[in-house]
């Protein structure tokens, strides 16, 4: 008899638990009905690096794609919208909303860091990052990311703004060679950047004999020259290939101390060589 108590029991207690969980999941789902969003707050991530996204351009791009979320159920919120709606920005490299228990929506705001500027003679202007997306020049934004001129043929027109990797496609095998370059100057720079050496050093990169406009000829890359920081001279590097051997001959030479580099041009082209040129003296007139 004792036994049949206990099972009967123990039956009871289960249902009890069991009608105490579904009670308690009505109940919070009819708050999360009733409960609304009171508030946003928006954080930027690295917003002391790069300003192209402020709470400001956060909210009116919610604006603009007619999203209204304050005084809005919780249960009625479209977290994936808002963060789609944010996200095709094109300087965001991600975004995270969530609602905490009081009504407070966060919007969390990572945005995408610019690895150099190039600058053609095409005048195609951008920004590129380490994973082959182009960003349109902000004015306002002041980076210290190495810039990129001369002359230069691109895959893409001057309006064109996202992931190159993804734009390359099975019928654009003409600009191949075009997108092999940037990829390979992109992980030059990376290279540089990363170096203890040379990183933060090189201000500016200059491309020199580039291809023609002639689409069909035999692509030919652009020479190398580099811009240091930190000193007044040059340094030609040629065509990027064998850069750890260059940088090799650039630094033994800057460190061995042989000239005053002032004005000058440091080629590190040609294999085991580093080859100086001294600046023009300029002549003087003698006053007769």
């Known amino acids: 008899m004792s036994k049949t108590w206990r099972i009967v029991g123990t039956t009871i207690f289960w249902c009890v638990v069991v009608a105490y969980f579904v009670c308690a999941l009505l109940l919070r ?24 996204i402020t709470p400001e351009k956060v909210m009116d791009i919610l604006q603009n794609e007619g999203i209204s979320i304050v ?11 808002i963060n789609k709606a944010i996200g095709e920005y094109c300087f965001t490299a991600r975004s995270i909303a969530y609602v905490d228990y009081n009504g407070t929506l966060t919007i969390e705001v990572s945005q995408r860091a610019p690895l150099l500027r190039v600058s053609t003679d095409s005048s195609h202007n951008f ?13 306002h934004a002041t980076l210290n990311i190495p810039i990129v001129t001369g ?7 001057k309006s064109f703004e996202g992931n190159i990797n993804e734009w390359l496609k099975d019928g654009e095998k003409k600009y191949r060679e075009n997108y092999n370059f940037l990829s390979k100057l992109i992980n030059f ?5 990363e170096s203890e050496w040379t990183g933060g050093e090189c201000v500016q990169i200059n491309l020199v004999n580039p ?15 580099l811009v240091p920081r930190t000193g007044d001279y040059l340094v030609e590097f040629g065509k990027l290939d064998e850069v750890e051997e260059k940088m090799y001959r650039w630094r033994r030479f800057v460190e061995a101390k042989v000239v005053d580099m002032k004005g000058g041009t440091l080629n590190v082209e040609y294999e085991g060589q580093a080859l100086w040129k001294a600046p023009k003296q300029t002549k003087k007139t003698e006053k007769k």
């Open 211 to 225: 291809q023609s406009g002639n689409s069909k000829a035999i692509y030919n890359e652009p020479n190398i020259e």
């Open 29 to 52: 789902a009819r708050n999360e009905r009733e409960r609304k969003v009171e508030s946003i707050e928006v954080v930027v991530k690295d917003a002391d690096q790069r300003g192209f």
């Open 71 to 81: 005084g809005k159920s919780l249960d009625s919120l479209d977290l994936a919208t």
């Open 151 to 157: 002359s230069l043929e691109l895959p893409f027109g």
């Open 189 to 193: 720079v990376v290279y540089l950047e």
């Open 127 to 139: 920004y590129l990052t380490r994973d082959g997306y182009v960003l349109p020049v902000e004015p």
